[in-house]
């Protein structure tokens, strides 16, 4: 059984998962092409992290929602560990955010990804999200996907 559940970044195992994270989105894309929070950002006032974990309590997946206080929100930081993919795991994070995000009245959720991560925008896709002209920090990156979905 997983469960998901809102959780602090500033945790050992919440740090390897970030590491993790960091070395397959390098493994794919330029440095300056990764716009991944880091801890600090990760732990900052309107910051949601939102986790999954196998019955075991092992950290396998997690998320996290900045709620840009005008409305909107951008998801970061989703991903999943090898031993979790195909479990359902990113659908039941992605269910827990967008579901904190609603609770605190953001209306539209953006986020950027990148072109290699199919299965990434093919689960966003199957979600509603669209695509989007590419904002903020991503503004003429081509190794940025940026998409986003009413939540209303």
Do not use: W
């Amino acid at each position: 059984m997983t469960t998901i559940a809102i959780e602090s970044p500033r945790q050992p195992e919440i740090e390897a998962l970030l590491r993790e994270g960091d070395a397959y989105a390098l493994s794919l894309y330029p440095p300056d092409s990764c716009y991944m929070l880091d801890l600090d950002e990760l732990a900052a006032e309107g910051v949601t992290v939102i986790v999954a974990r196998d019955a075991d309590g092992v950290a396998l997946g997690m998320a996290a929602l900045v709620d840009r206080a005008d409305g909107t929100g951008e998801l970061k930081r989703l991903f999943v560990r090898e031993a979790g993919r195909g479990r359902g795991i990113a659908t039941a994070v992605m269910d827990a955010l967008e579901s904190a995000a609603r609770e605190r009245s953001i209306r539209t959720l953006q986020l950027e990804t990148g072109p290699k991560q199919l299965a990434a925008i093919a689960l966003y896709e199957a979600r509603g999200y669209r695509h989007i002209e590419n904002f903020g920090p991503y503004v003429g990156d081509e190794f940025s996907v940026c998409m986003e979905k009413s939540l209303t």
